[in-house]
Every structure is written in structure tokens, then in C-alpha cells.
């Protein structure tokens, strides 16, 4: 019990108030440890691509093979979300209510469709894994690659679920260094052991995948651990439990917003790898899975931000303290324009040393260069689409969120990716093109919304104290 610390005293200080205190320093105290968990999840998957990217002789064309399996990971992770990050703001919000009960109903409907997904997602991805990477554009250089990698990441799917599942719980509960500490075991877990499997061992591709298996039920074992503790203000147990379909119907309303995040981005990884093979062949599809990956170092820092932001919209949402729900909304959003504007110009103006973190091939890097000029350019706008996306979710606005979602993604940025290419000869340089482009479009479309629609909904709320905190679209 020592690992979860001692007495109620020490339980309160490492909860953080939603109710009281200053507004920003709570948004940064659960922020700032969600950064370092999202920044060490991160690492589950870079790490692997570091080193398989450095493998002597064939760490370009084993890189091309990681990348052609990101859209199944992808599909995983969009699986946890729709019941993970789809149940939590429902947990804020009921506990700004007082209704624990409530609260933990949540919880317990999440986490049964988290295992029932893991098991169908597990055994449907080893089945067709095969006819499924090939439409992600594999090769017959590439397949064998992609095919020793994601057989093996697959059978660690419902230790995904559990892990990126659950933990949205512990951090809408106030316990973000909790939610932290999760992801670092996993994530230093597989940093150790990656080479060592990939290297030492001699496993290459099938090791990494290993050791990420390994890592994940490290993960999965903690959040366990945590929420069935006494330390847990919401605690899970399935005793005398029987799902309850209105409520994981709720669950997944809200979620179907993160869900369509990742579902489209997985939509927009097989567009990419696709064409780029056509215009560019392998070493573009190596080039997009540089890029992706410092994409994701790149935007991760402004998405704990608006997820930090999240439960404490929720929370104050739902206990009807509307100036500070609304100053945490802007609090985020100033917050993260500045943040994508100095990561926008940093990697402008270094944009070798990023691609360099995973691979140092002269060919590849001439390729890269351009290509990241152009996919980052206007990366501010990312700010704009995460605040109002992160706002939607958490006043439960899900049909709003999930239609921003599709905008972006599925309306604008996989038509672009197939038709730009084709157009005046840009070739490759379409396919980046598409993102910036998306950025801009989507991400003011979907700011402007929020503003237009929640901020008058908040001024209502504050002149009529009756009135329920539980509006919907």
C-alpha cells in the first residue's frame, strides 16, 4: 500500500480541488503531469521507431514497415477513447453534481466495453492482418516488416484498452500525477527493453513489438491497482454489476468525438501511405512516418493542455460556476497559440535535427526536409481545433465534436491527400500540403463555433441559477 501513499492527509494533497483555488494554476497542475503521461505514452511507440529507424542496413525500409502499422495502432487507440475519453467528462460532470453513484456507473459500463472491444479488436486485427496492411499500401519489401510487428503489438490489445482506457478516470477524479505514473512505468519499461530485445536478442522488428507488449501490461496492471484501491475517490467494482446500454449509449455519444479523432487520422495515415507509394514509393511512406512522429512530439504538449483543461470545464460546468469554467477555456486557448507558434518556428528553422532523431540516411533526409516544410506550415491553427474540440467534449456537446472531427479529417484532408497530387504536377508535395490546409479550414471553423454557441449558453447560465447545467446539442 505504500506505493499509493499513507493516510487520508496525504490523499487530499495530491488531489487537486476543481471547485476552489486559482483557475490556471489548477489547469496547469493537471496539465503538467498529463504532459509528462502523454509525452512517455508517446514514448511506447517513438522509442520503437528510434530504434528500428537506426537498424544497420535496413532501418528505412523496416521504418517504411512500423509506419504502415500506425493505422491499426491508430484504431486501437480510437477504440480506447470512445469509452475512455467518452466516459470521463460524464464522471466530472455527475461529480460536480455530488452524484458519485452516477459517477461510478460511469466507470464501471466503460471499462466492460473496453474488454469486450480489446478481445473483438485482437482477434478480427490477427485474422486479416494481412489483406489489411497491404490496403495500408505495404510492399512485398515493406510486408514482412509490418506483418512481424503488428501480429505480435495486437496481442497486447485489451492491455491498450485498460491502460489508455481508464486512465481519463484517474485524472477526472483529480488524480493527474496518478494518471502519470501510469504511463511511466510502461514507458520505461520499454525504453529498457527495446534494445534489448531488438539489438541483444536479435529479435529487430518482432523485439520491439515485445517489448511494447511487455510495457503495455505493466501499464494496464497499475491502473488496476490504483482503481480498485482505497486511495480512488471513485473506486471500480463489478460486484452485482450488469451493463447498463442507456448509459454506455451516453458513453459513446460523448466519445464518438475522440473516436472519429483517431478513427480519421488512422483514414488519413492510409490515404498518405498510399499515395505517397504511388508518387514517391517506399522512402516517402518512410519520410510521412518521420513527419507523423514529429507531429506528434510537436502537438502533444497543447493536447494535455486542452485535456487538462477538460475536467475542470466539466466539473465547473456542472456545479454551475461559470466564470470559472469560461476562464479555463480561455486560459487554454491563449495558452496554446503561443505554444504552437514557438513549436512552428522551431521547427522551421531546425527542421534537420528533428528528422535526425530517427534516421540518419542522406536519401531520406533530402526528402524529409521539404516535406516538413510544408506539412507544418500554419501549425498554429492546431490550437484553434483542439481548444474547441476539448471545449464540445466537455460541456457533452457531442454531436458538435464529432462533426469537427469529420470536417477536418475525413471531409477535407483525405480528399486532398488523393486529389492534390494529381494537380499541376505537386506530386508528393500534395500530400503534405493537405495537412496545413485542413489546419487552417477546420481548426478556425471549429473555434468560431465554440465561441458562437457555448459562450453565449454560459452568459444565459449565469443569469438564470435555476436552470440545468446539463445542456446538450
Known amino acids: 500500500m505504500a506505493l499509493w501513499g499513507s493516510g487520508e492527509k496525504q490523499n487530499q494533497a495530491r488531489q487537486v480541488d476543481f471547485s476552489s483555488g486559482n483557475v490556471r494554476r489548477n489547469v496547469l ?36 514497415g512500423l509506419g504502415l502499422c500506425f493505422p491499426a495502432i491508430t484504431l486501437v487507440t480510437a477504440f480506447a477513447n470512445l469509452f475512455g475519453v467518452g466516459g470521463s467528462p460524464l464522471c466530472s460532470i455527475a461529480r460536480g453534481r455530488q452524484d458519485q453513484e452516477g459517477a461510478r456507473k460511469i466507470m464501471a459500463n466503460a471499462y466492460f466495453m473496453l474488454l469486450v472491444t480489446g478481445v473483438l479488436l485482437t482477434g478480427a486485427g490477427i485474422l486479416f492482418h494481412r489483406p489489411i496492411l497491404y490496403l495500408f499500401g505495404a510492399s512485398q519489401d515493406t510486408y514482412p516488416y509490418a506483418g512481424s510487428y503488428l501480429t505480435i503489438y495486437l496481442l497486447g ?3 491498450v484498452m485498460t ?3 481508464l486512465n481519463p478516470y484517474i485524472n477526472s477524479q483529480g488524480f493527474a500525477r496518478v494518471g502519470m505514473l501510469t504511463v511511466l512505468l510502461g514507458a520505461v519499461a520499454n525504453i529498457l527493453l527495446d534494445p534489448i530485445f531488438i539489438y541483444l536478442l536479435g529479435m529487430g522488428v518482432q523485439g520491439a513489438a515485445v517489448a511494447t507488449v511487455i510495457s503495455q501490461a505493466l501499464s494496464a496492471a497499475w491502473v488496476l491497482r490504483f482503481l480498485t484501491s482505497s486511495r480512488a475517490e471513485l473506486r471500480l467494482d463489478f460486484k452485482g454489476f450488469w451493463p447498463d446500454f442507456a448509459c454506455i449509449r451516453r458513453i459513446a455519444a460523448l466519445g464518438a468525438s475522440s473516436f472519429v479523432m483517431s478513427f480519421t487520422d488512422s483514414l488519413v495515415q492510409v490515404a498518405c501511405n498510399s499515395t505517397l507509394r504511388v508518387f514517391g514509393g517506399d522512402i516517402y511512406v518512410s519520410v510521412m512516418t518521420v513527419i507523423n512522429s514529429v507531429r506528434q512530439i510537436a502537438q502533444t504538449p497543447v493536447m494535455a493542455l486542452s485535456d487538462g ?23 487554454m486557448t491563449q495558452l496554446g497559440f503561443l505554444y504552437t507558434l514557438v513549436s512552428w518556428g522551431l521547427i522551421s528553422l531546425f527542421p534537420a535535427f528533428f528528422i535526425r532523431i530517427f534516421n540518419h540516411e542522406p536519401a531520406l533526409l533530402e526528402a524529409a526536409v521539404p516535406s516538413l516544410h510544408i506539412y507544418f506550415f500554419g501549425f498554429v491553427m492546431m490550437a484553434f481545433q483542439f481548444a474547441g474540440q476539448s471545449v464540445f467534449k466537455s460541456l457533452n456537446k457531442a454531436k458538435k465534436a464529432v462533426f469537427f472531427s469529420l470536417l477536418r479529417k475525413a471531409v477535407i484532408v483525405v480528399p486532398l491527400t488523393l486529389i492534390l497530387p494529381r494537380v499541376g504536377g505537386l506530386g508528393v508535395r500534395g500530400v503534405f500540403l493537405a495537412e496545413p490546409i485542413s489546419n487552417l479550414i477546420g481548426g478556425l471553423a471549429c473555434y468560431i463555433t465554440m465561441r458562437r454557441t457555448v459562450y453565449p449558453e454560459l452568459a444565459e447560465m449565469e443569469k438564470e441559477p435555476g436552470r440545468s447545467a446539463l445542456k446538450t446539442d
Open 157 to 159: 490489445t485489451v492491455f
Open 29 to 64: 497542475a493537471v496539465a503538467a503531469p498529463m504532459l509528462v503521461a502523454q509525452v512517455l505514452n508517446l514514448l511506447y511507440n517513438i522509442v520503437d521507431r528510434i530504434y528500428i529507424g537506426k537498424i544497420p542496413g535496413e532501418g528505412t525500409l523496416a521504418l517504411a
Open 163 to 165: 491502460s489508455l482506457g
Open 309 to 331: 483543461a477538460s475536467p475542470i470545464i466539466s466539473y465547473n460546468y456542472g456545479a454551475r460556476r461559470v466564470p470559472r469554467a469560461r476562464l479555463a477555456i480561455r486560459f
